[in-house]
């Protein structure tokens, strides 16, 4: 029997990579299973050495396609069945950092915050130097011919946040391997972002701490509880 146990944490230890930060705020996204298209986002914060629900679970929606295995803190199952990539309609599972908050006009928020004009793209042109980054398109030599803007007449990324997904941002993004991953505003299902309410989206960004290091946990629920285990 405890050779048995052995064996399962060591398995687990193997699937789950040590997490490298420790954070004390989390986004825990669970969807019903990989190819579901909704999903409950739940808060939770650490305090005295143990985490607690903070507000009440949302109602959200995710890739159209469901979930694959992302690039982050974790380490994704040599086996996994289901991996994101580049236009496949799915969310990234895993266990990202939140990098900053964003928007079309400044937002009264204690977390990182940046103001998005129609010139700043987000690239995801897979031949680019620049994928999976934001840019200024004044200010760049434009390489690609795939991207977002990260204003537009629709309220979508009237507020947001980004995620850490592929290494964002850096030179270090695989290529391919999906890009532009946000929590931001919408009402169905998405190409791979995580999305709800403009009045949920805001009560996010007012809660979110830097200090706190938070992060997002994304998983279908045969997942979810062996991330949640590891990462907080």
Do not use: E, T
């Given at each position: 029997m405890k050779k048995i146990l052995l064996i399962g944490l060591i398995?687990?230890?193997?699937v789950y990579a040590k997490k490298p930060l420790e954070s004390s705020q989390a986004l825990v996204v669970q969807s019903s299973g990989w190819n579901s298209n909704e999903a409950i986002l739940t808060r939770y914060e650490k305090s005295d050495n143990h985490w607690h629900k903070v507000g009440?679970?949302?109602?959200?929606h995710i890739g159209r396609n469901?979930?694959?295995?992302?690039?982050?803190l974790h380490k994704t199952p040599k086996r996994a069945k289901y991996i994101k990539h580049e236009g496949d309609g799915r969310s990234p599972a895993g266990v990202f950092s939140l990098l900053w908050g964003f928007g079309y006009e400044p937002f009264d928020t204690k977390y990182p915050y940046r103001v998005y004009h129609r010139y700043d793209h987000c690239v995801d042109d897979i031949s680019s130097k620049y994928y999976n980054s934001i840019v200024d398109s004044r200010s760049v030599d434009i390489d690609y011919k795939s991207k977002e803007?990260?204003?537009?007449?629709?309220n979508y990324y009237k507020y947001g946040v980004v995620v850490n997904h592929n290494d964002f941002g850096s030179n270090h993004s695989k290529k391919g391997a999906g890009s532009c991953i946000f929590i931001h505003i919408k009402d169905k299902p998405t190409a791979g972002c995580s999305v709800m309410s403009e009045s949920q989206m805001k009560t996010i960004l007012r809660w979110l701490d830097k200090s706190?290091?938070?992060?997002?946990?994304?998983?279908?629920?045969s997942e979810i509880e062996k991330l949640m285990l590891q990462y907080m």
């Open positions: 398995a687990i230890s193997l009440k679970s949302i109602s959200i469901g979930l694959g295995w992302g690039i982050g803007y990260m204003k537009f007449a629709k706190k290091n938070p992060i997002l946990i994304q998983a279908p629920k």
